[in-house]
């Protein structure tokens, strides 16, 4: 699959120009990895392959469908050095951490509430899906997944409405968009001010987390647009700021 060094990386593929590994979920690992400067070459999936791809290297699935079939999600990484294959970034993020115990990203004794934290980040900025699905078909997805992602979506997270019936529009647009910064205002309440990251100095999984959902809208909108310039300034621009400390890691 490999070399003996160089983990795999599997993550969705951009037609986007110059946008690459845009996926909120894939990007905590894409974080991981840069952080802890493990050598890693990304092997990109679209939607439809995820399933037979993940099947044939003996990836774990890491949820169920509706109907109760074992469900295959990205990230995943293949460690030639171990013969491991590992999904779910959480995951991912305890393994590397056995693996390669520098640079730790969930740092000694903060496992529990580093999982509570990101129950508690997707109730603060969930409300960004409604906007990041659509954006997330018309930007980003490349023909092959987006007929795949709208009808998946459709069936296992919408209910059975459309990405497009979903999509906040007029008064209703606004009102959402200050639900999200609301939600990114109570994350900001739980730091000092004075914080860089949820560990203060410490980087850690929760940073990776939030950075995540701003790649998705950064690299979506794009950084010159109303939504990213509005966004990364909120909370006296903590969020734009956390974007450049990860970036620079």
Known sequence: MS???TILFYDFPSKKAG??????????????LNYKGIPYKTVWVEYPDVEPTLKEIGAAPTTKKPDGSPMYTLPVIFDPSTGKTVSESFEIAQYL?????????????TKALQAAFL???RGCVGVL?????????????????????????????????????????????????????????????????EDKFIMGDTVSFADFAIGGYLQWAKLGWGEESEQWKDLSTWNDGRWGKLVKNLEAL
């Open 3 to 5: 070399d003996t060094k």
């Open 19 to 32: 946008v690459n590994g845009w996926n909120p979920n894939t990007w905590k690992t894409r974080f991981s």
């Open 97 to 109: 951490d056995k693996t390669y115990p520098d640079k730790p990203i969930l740092p000694k004794g």
């Open 119 to 121: 129950d508690a980040l």
């Open 129 to 193: 899906g409604q906007f990041g699905l659509l954006l997330t078909c018309e930007q980003l997805l490349n023909t092959k997944s987006e007929g795949y992602f709208r009808e998946v979506r459709k069936n296992d997270i919408l209910g059975g409405k459309t990405v497009d019936e979903v999509f906040p529009r007029g008064e209703r647009a606004k009102e959402e968009w200050k639900k999200l910064e609301a939600g990114f205002g109570k994350l900001d309440g739980w730091m000092n001010k």
